[in-house]
């Protein structure tokens, strides 16, 4: 025990230390706003470093005498505490829930601050919907066409002969024997008259015009090849058609696509399903003959022509083997790869862009 008589006896301070602390926290705790606020204003009224503590620690210079009136004394104060607390904690609760009644409500109907921004079409989709508005606005039909086919309407009554390369296994993907993934949408052709073979057997004339466009697969993986691309078909039947409306067609789509006055020509060239079949090229939209930027165009290396399509007169074989005959009806047809026009068009090298989906190549469009 020290030696030095305290000034005041210890019971003394401690009622003094009490008063001072009363009137403290009664200010402290009304003073909160929030129960977090609140809490810690308990915490340093009562907490191991808090105020109570050094008055508490009084306490040992207590005569044992007065021992028990001193203990009545902080229990009761510490009474007081838990009631000023919990008075201002239920205080608190309402006014929040008074405020969260009278503030004005949430208006659901205001526009996002965030903004998503807008999508759009996938550029395949995009050329590809363009592609079929020229060929409907000239006239021709759009039907649809199964991706899974048989053999039989994808190379057989195509007349492809049974040991043509595109027939192999190699090149093909075959679900089993005789039933595959279309390896062009050259199959329309082959369904859609068929339908027609019926409708003329029950007397209609042999007129159709369709254009079709879709998925298709093949074994092939390089920067303009892809196992899965996309093709547009466009075919027509009718008593009496040549050659020379199979080139005015085409002329016409080119001018719609490319520009009037895009130049079109038919280079000779072989599919099983046509005679005489052809390659289609355009005047080269990237270059000019005039300006000296043709020899060093990249794009169609100098030669003025962009291959974009292949096309002929519907094989004789083909209408007999899809039951039209031949003698009585004759026809053109075309067929065109959706992502070398949108390559060709938006100069993109590499055709997996198309199909990667990085958000960063779509926003380009
Ligand atoms: N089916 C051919 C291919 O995928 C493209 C084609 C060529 C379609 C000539 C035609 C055509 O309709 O007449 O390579």
């Not at 009622?15 to 200010?27: H, I, K, N, P, Y």
């Not at 002329?251 to 079109?264: D, H, Q, S």
Request: charged letters at 25%; one cysteine or more.
């Amino acid at each position: 025990m020290s030696g030095d008589a305290p000034a005041i006896d210890a019971l003394s301070r401690i009622e003094q230390g009490l008063t001072a602390l009363g009137d403290r926290f009664r200010q402290s705790f009304a003073a909160a706003t929030s129960e977090p606020a609140l809490r810690a204003e308990q915490a340093k009224l009562l907490g191991k470093k808090g105020d109570l503590t050094a008055v508490l620690a009084l306490l040992r210079d207590v005569p044992a005498a007065d021992k028990p009136r001193a203990g009545a004394l902080v229990n009761a104060f510490k009474t007081e505490v838990e009631k000023e607390f919990d008075a201002c904690l239920r205080a608190l609760g309402e006014a929040a829930l008074q405020a969260e009644l009278t503030a004005r409500p949430f208006d659901l109907t205001l526009p996002g601050r965030l903004s998503l921004g807008r999508g759009h079409p996938h550029p395949v989709l995009a050329v590809r919907e363009e592609l079929l508005a020229i060929f409907r606005d000239l006239g021709f039909q759009s039907a649809p066409g199964p991706e899974i086919e048989l053999e039989e309407n994808n190379f057989t009554k195509l007349a492809f002969p049974p040991d043509h390369p595109a027939t192999d296994m190699q090149d093909s993907f075959w679900l089993r024997p005789s039933v595959l993934l279309r390896t062009h949408t050259s199959n329309v052709q082959v369904r859609e008259m068929m339908a027609l073979a019926e409708r003329v057997k029950a007397g209609e004339s042999p007129r159709l015009a369709i254009v079709s466009a879709g998925a298709v697969y093949r074994r092939d993986d390089d920067l303009t090849h892809s196992p899965m691309f996309h093709q547009i078909e466009g075919f027509l039947v009718d008593e009496r058609v040549s050659m020379a409306e199979l080139k005015g067609v085409l002329g016409a789509f080119a001018e719609r696509l490319y520009g009037p006055g895009t130049p079109v020509r038919l280079r000779p060239s072989y599919f099983p399903f046509v005679e005489p079949g052809a390659e289609v090229d355009v005047g080269c939209v990237f270059c000019n003959p005039n300006d000296g930027s043709r020899a060093a165009c990249r794009v169609c290396k100098g030669t003025g022509w962009l291959e974009i399509a292949g096309c002929g007169m519907v094989h004789p074989d083909v209408f007999r083997h899809t039951g039209l005959d031949p003698d009585k009806v004759t026809g053109f047809a075309f067929g065109m790869g959706i992502e070398r026009i949108a390559m060709l068009r938006y100069g993109i090298p590499n055709i997996r862009l198309l199909f990667e989906n990085d958000p960063r190549f779509l926003a380009q469009f």
